[in-house]
Protein backbone atom coordinates (compact mmCIF):
# COMPACT_ATOMS: atom_id res chain seq x y z
CA UNK A 1 0.00 0.00 0.00
CA UNK A 2 1.70 3.64 -0.82
CA UNK A 3 2.42 5.76 1.93
CA UNK A 4 2.73 9.55 1.90
CA UNK A 5 3.80 11.34 4.29
CA UNK A 6 3.33 15.48 4.48
CA UNK A 7 5.28 18.05 6.23
CA UNK A 8 5.25 21.87 6.17
CA UNK A 9 8.55 22.74 4.81
CA UNK A 10 8.32 26.75 5.21
CA UNK A 11 11.17 29.52 4.19
CA UNK A 12 12.80 31.38 7.22
CA UNK A 13 10.39 33.89 6.50
CA UNK A 14 6.87 32.16 6.04
CA UNK A 15 4.12 34.43 6.28
CA UNK A 16 2.86 31.81 8.83
CA UNK A 17 4.56 33.13 10.84
CA UNK A 18 3.73 35.70 13.87
CA UNK A 19 6.89 37.70 13.18
CA UNK A 20 5.39 38.02 9.52
CA UNK A 21 2.25 38.63 10.13
CA UNK A 22 0.78 35.26 10.61
CA UNK A 23 -0.58 33.23 13.90
CA UNK A 24 2.38 30.58 14.73
CA UNK A 25 5.79 30.70 16.21
CA UNK A 26 8.74 29.81 13.91
CA UNK A 27 8.20 26.14 13.05
CA UNK A 28 8.97 23.55 10.04
CA UNK A 29 11.88 25.64 8.49
CA UNK A 30 12.87 23.71 5.12
CA UNK A 31 15.88 21.93 5.67
CA UNK A 32 16.77 22.07 9.84
CA UNK A 33 15.68 19.62 12.16
CA UNK A 34 12.71 21.53 13.13
CA UNK A 35 11.76 20.10 9.84
CA UNK A 36 12.31 17.11 10.36
CA UNK A 37 10.08 13.69 10.88
CA UNK A 38 10.14 12.64 14.73
CA UNK A 39 12.67 9.74 14.90
CA UNK A 40 9.97 7.27 16.69
CA UNK A 41 7.98 7.72 13.14
CA UNK A 42 9.20 4.66 11.55
CA UNK A 43 8.40 5.46 7.69
CA UNK A 44 9.11 2.68 4.80
CA UNK A 45 11.98 3.58 2.47
CA UNK A 46 9.28 3.17 -0.64
CA UNK A 47 7.11 6.47 1.59
CA UNK A 48 6.57 9.47 -1.05
CA UNK A 49 7.30 12.59 1.03
CA UNK A 50 5.12 15.39 0.68
CA UNK A 51 6.59 19.16 1.20
CA UNK A 52 3.72 21.41 1.39
CA UNK A 53 3.53 25.57 2.83
CA UNK A 54 6.44 26.21 1.01
CA UNK A 55 5.79 29.33 -0.72
CA UNK A 56 6.31 31.69 1.62
CA UNK A 57 3.57 34.50 0.56
CA UNK A 58 1.08 31.48 1.14
CA UNK A 59 -0.37 29.35 3.82
CA UNK A 60 -1.30 25.87 3.26
CA UNK A 61 -2.87 23.75 5.97
CA UNK A 62 -3.97 20.84 3.48
CA UNK A 63 -1.48 18.26 1.70
CA UNK A 64 -3.01 18.75 -1.81
CA UNK A 65 -2.65 22.67 -1.57
CA UNK A 66 0.07 23.46 -4.13
CA UNK A 67 1.50 20.22 -4.04
CA UNK A 68 1.93 17.29 -6.17
CA UNK A 69 -0.27 14.52 -4.19
CA UNK A 70 -3.48 14.68 -6.19
CA UNK A 71 -1.39 13.79 -9.19
CA UNK A 72 0.21 11.12 -7.63
CA UNK A 73 -2.42 9.26 -5.99
CA UNK A 74 -4.58 9.60 -9.23
CA UNK A 75 -1.24 8.00 -11.05
CA UNK A 76 -1.50 4.88 -8.44
CA UNK A 77 -5.18 4.87 -9.41
CA UNK A 78 -5.95 5.30 -5.46
CA UNK A 79 -9.34 6.27 -4.15
CA UNK A 80 -9.25 5.70 -0.28
CA UNK A 81 -7.68 7.55 1.83
CA UNK A 82 -6.14 6.42 5.46
CA UNK A 83 -5.71 9.68 7.25
CA UNK A 84 -3.79 10.86 10.21
CA UNK A 85 -1.85 13.25 11.69
CA UNK A 86 -1.62 16.67 12.68
CA UNK A 87 -2.54 18.77 13.81
CA UNK A 88 -6.35 17.68 13.59
CA UNK A 89 -8.12 20.91 13.33
CA UNK A 90 -5.97 22.50 10.95
CA UNK A 91 -3.58 20.36 8.82
CA UNK A 92 -5.93 17.45 9.14
CA UNK A 93 -8.85 18.65 8.73
CA UNK A 94 -8.36 20.91 5.69
CA UNK A 95 -6.41 18.19 4.35
CA UNK A 96 -9.60 15.79 4.67
CA UNK A 97 -11.81 18.37 3.37
CA UNK A 98 -9.64 19.01 0.43
CA UNK A 99 -9.69 15.11 -0.24
CA UNK A 100 -13.30 14.99 0.08
CA UNK A 101 -14.04 17.42 -2.65
CA UNK A 102 -11.62 15.24 -4.28
CA UNK A 103 -14.11 12.66 -4.14
CA UNK A 104 -11.59 10.37 -2.36
CA UNK A 105 -13.12 8.05 0.27
CA UNK A 106 -11.70 9.24 3.45
CA UNK A 107 -10.88 6.62 6.15
CA UNK A 108 -9.83 9.12 9.37
CA UNK A 109 -7.63 7.30 11.75
CA UNK A 110 -9.10 8.73 15.32
CA UNK A 111 -6.25 7.68 16.90
CA UNK A 112 -3.30 9.01 14.92
CA UNK A 113 -4.47 12.26 14.76
CA UNK A 114 -3.44 15.04 17.85
CA UNK A 115 -5.20 18.32 17.79
CA UNK A 116 -3.32 21.77 19.05
CA UNK A 117 -6.55 22.84 21.18
CA UNK A 118 -6.42 26.31 21.74
CA UNK A 119 -9.58 26.34 22.28
CA UNK A 120 -10.29 23.09 24.39
CA UNK A 121 -12.71 21.70 21.90
CA UNK A 122 -11.27 22.56 18.70
CA UNK A 123 -9.95 18.99 17.67
CA UNK A 124 -13.12 17.50 18.89
CA UNK A 125 -14.84 20.11 16.46
CA UNK A 126 -12.57 19.54 13.80
CA UNK A 127 -13.40 15.19 14.53
CA UNK A 128 -17.12 15.77 13.90
CA UNK A 129 -16.49 18.36 11.13
CA UNK A 130 -14.80 15.47 9.31
CA UNK A 131 -17.48 13.11 9.88
CA UNK A 132 -19.88 15.12 8.63
CA UNK A 133 -18.46 15.44 5.30
CA UNK A 134 -18.19 12.03 4.98
CA UNK A 135 -15.15 10.69 6.86
CA UNK A 136 -15.42 7.47 7.90
CA UNK A 137 -13.82 7.23 12.00
CA UNK A 138 -11.46 3.84 12.00
CA UNK A 139 -8.61 3.46 14.61
CA UNK A 140 -5.07 2.59 13.47
CA UNK A 141 -4.54 -0.11 16.56
CA UNK A 142 -7.53 -1.62 14.78
CA UNK A 143 -5.80 -1.83 11.25
CA UNK A 144 -1.73 -3.14 11.97
CA UNK A 145 -3.85 -5.99 14.20
ZN1 LIG B 1 3.41 25.47 9.11
Known sequence: MPIFAT???????HCS?????G????????????????????????????????TQARKA???FSETQLHELLQSL??????????????????TVKD??????????????VCAMNQKHDDGFRALMEMKRLGAMPINYEELVL
Open 17 to 21: FQEYG
Open 23 to 54: EWPRHCIASTSGAAFPVSLTLPVYTKIISKAT
Open 77 to 94: KVKRLFVGGLATEYCVLN
Open 7 to 13: RDWHTEN
Open 61 to 63: YSA
Open 99 to 112: AIGLQYVIFLLEDA
